[in-house]
């Protein structure tokens, strides 16, 4: 995240990359900065601050560069600070959703203050338990489709943007097959995280070292996770 403080150069590498001359939404990654010079991780109240970062971003549209600006991996407690100083709302906010970590609270602050909200890694990552789950078993059968597309489903039945990945041609297709799931379904969905050993990150496992992530601690995050991405209770 050295790019904090040279914005619209950044921006100018990503067209230059893609061979495009302006994109529809340009993104923040993380709240965290890095020194350019020394890869050193910036603390919150060093320059750039995320605050500072955002500024220069809401700079771009006036560019023709990107129509839209938004956010990913942001706290309430970091996405308060931000709306406090920001003369421009953030039009999308990405997060981490998946039934394991359905984030209720952040995605609630997000949509009353008028982000939309798009969610990664919507299907889990890696050794995901929704594939061997009997009750996500008994909703494919149910309603004849993939597991995938439940979870796609359920994402989008709860006003979010799932963004999917795949190389597979036949899934990628499948993904866009979305279905009505009935509220009996999307309660027991939305309760699945509850189950012991369920309510975590799927896309921070291994990442998180004595408590930090990328040089923040979870406090200085606003996460309540634990070093093994567990939400702490």
Same mark, same amino acid.
């Given at each position: 995240?050295?790019?904090?403080?040279?914005?619209?150069?950044?921006?100018?590498?990503?067209?230059?990359?893609?061979?495009?001359?302006?994109?529809?939404?340009?993104?923040?990654?993380?709240?965290?900065?890095?020194?350019?010079?020394?890869?050193?991780?910036?603390?919150?109240?060093?320059?750039?601050?995320?605050?500072?970062?955002?500024?220069e971003?809401?700079?771009l549209?006036?560019?023709?560069?990107?129509?839209?600006?938004?956010?990913?991996?942001?706290?309430?407690?970091?996405?308060?600070?931000?709306?406090?100083?920001?003369n421009?709302?953030?039009?999308?906010?990405?997060?981490?959703?998946?039934?394991?970590?359905?984030?209720?609270?952040?995605?609630?602050?997000?949509?009353?203050?008028?982000?939309?909200?798009?969610?990664?890694?919507?299907?889990?990552?890696?050794?995901?338990?929704?594939?061997s789950d009997?009750?996500?078993?008994?909703?494919?059968?149910?309603?004849?489709?993939?597991?995938?597309?439940?979870?796609?489903?359920?994402?989008?039945?709860?006003?979010?943007?799932?963004?999917?990945?795949s190389?597979?041609?036949? $899934?990628?297709?499948?993904?866009l097959?979305? @279905? #009505?799931?009935?509220?009996?379904?999307?309660? /027991?969905? !939305? +309760?699945?995280?509850?189950?012991?050993?369920?309510? $975590?990150?799927?896309?921070l496992?291994?990442? @998180? #070292?004595d408590?930090?992530?990328?040089?923040? /601690?979870? !406090? +200085?995050?606003?996460?309540?996770?634990?070093?093994?991405?567990?939400?702490?209770?």
């Amino acid at each position: 995240m050295p790019d904090h403080e040279r914005v619209e150069a950044a921006l100018d590498r990503s067209l230059n990359a893609l061979g495009l001359e302006y994109i529809d939404l340009y993104l923040m990654h993380w709240p965290q900065a890095d020194d350019p010079e020394t890869g050193r991780t910036l603390r919150p109240n060093e320059s750039p601050t995320f605050v500072e970062t955002w500024l220069e971003m809401e700079k771009l549209p006036l560019t023709g560069k990107t129509k839209s600006i938004g956010i990913c991996n942001f706290s309430i407690k970091n996405l308060e600070i931000l709306l406090s100083k920001a003369n421009i709302v953030p039009a999308v906010h990405q997060i981490e959703i998946h039934p394991c970590l359905p984030n209720f609270e952040l995605i609630q602050y997000s949509k009353a203050n008028g982000i939309v909200v798009a969610g990664y890694t919507p299907m889990g990552k890696g050794s995901a338990p929704f594939y061997s789950d009997p009750m996500f078993l008994s909703l494919a059968s149910k309603y004849e489709v993939q597991i995938g597309q439940i979870l796609l489903s359920w994402a989008i039945q709860r006003g979010t943007i799932p963004i999917p990945k795949s190389s597979n041609e036949e $899934r990628a297709r499948q993904n866009l097959q979305i @279905i #009505k799931l009935a509220q009996e379904d999307m309660n /027991t969905i !939305d +309760e699945y995280h509850k189950q012991p050993g369920m309510h $975590r990150s799927h896309s921070l496992i291994g990442s @998180i #070292k004595d408590g930090k992530l990328l040089g923040w /601690t979870m !406090d +200085e995050l606003g996460w309540p996770y634990d070093d093994d991405g567990y939400v702490k209770s």
